[in-house]
């Protein structure tokens, strides 16, 4: 365990940084979930509501380090393709 004041203090830092993040990476992960389950069942008006709202969910979660810029990137794009295609 931590035994100088600034190491306290560091280990209390990251126990709150721990909790912001982990309720950022839930609500990425539902909001991507909620995209999967509109494609599973075949409502394409569905998949795309729940696409614009996981986009920036997805987007933000890179900014704030929770997912590297590529792999949002790359989840946003694969998402689109199957809703895209579902419309089709």
Known sequence: M???TSAK?????IARRTE?????KT?????????EEALASGDAKAA???LKAAQPELMSAAQK???HKNTASRKVSRLAARV???KA
């Open 9 to 13: 203090k560091a280990a209390r830092k």
């Open 20 to 24: 912001i993040n982990k309720s950022r």
């Open 48 to 50: 795309s509501e729940a």
């Open 84 to 86: 895209k295609a579902l």
């Open 2 to 4: 931590a035994n100088t």
């Open 27 to 35: 609500r990425m992960r539902s909001s991507v979930r909620k995209v």
């Open 65 to 67: 380090g929770i997912l």
